[in-house]
Nanobody
Framework: VQLLESGGGLVQPGDSLRLSCVAS????????MAWFRQAPGKERELVTA????????YYTDSVKGRFTISRDNAKNTVNLQMNSLKPEDPAVYYC???????????????????WGQGTQVTVSS
């Protein structure tokens, strides 16, 4: 399975960004998906997760009400809509996938089978 993220960039506080992750190599609906982020000097952090069907979602407290995860199984894509970006949101954002669970929200990166290369999000005024 290959995961390819896109959509990162430089924005100002309060702006929005939409990240996308396209999967290939496996039926997308067989993958539970998640987004992690990692800031310099910090551990990789689970941001949000979505079940294979899209019916279940999880958000870490710091992004609730601002970020929205969604998936389009027909387009093999999971999206992360990030609104009201804050100075604490900058990081490399990674797409992760796992085929063994219908819905995974483990905060441990080793729990996920597949990873993208990451996309940089920078928030600066």
């Amino acid at each position: 399975v290959q995961l390819l993220e896109s959509g990162g960039g430089l924005v100002q506080p309060g702006d929005s960004l939409r990240l996308s992750c396209v999967a290939s190599g496996r039926t997308f609906s067989s993958l539970a998906m998640a987004w992690f982020r990692q800031a310099p000097g910090k551990e990789r952090e689970l941001v949000t997760a979505i079940s294979k069907s899209g019916s279940n979602t999880y958000y870490t407290d710091s992004v609730k009400g601002r970020f929205t995860i969604s998936r389009d199984n027909a387009k093999n894509t999971v999206n992360l809509q990030m609104n009201s970006l804050k100075p604490e949101d900058p990081a490399v954002y990674y797409c992760a996938a796992d085929s063994r669970s219908s819905y995974i929200r483990s905060r441990y990166p080793s729990s996920y089978e597949y990873w993208g290369q990451g996309t940089q999000v920078t928030v600066s005024s």
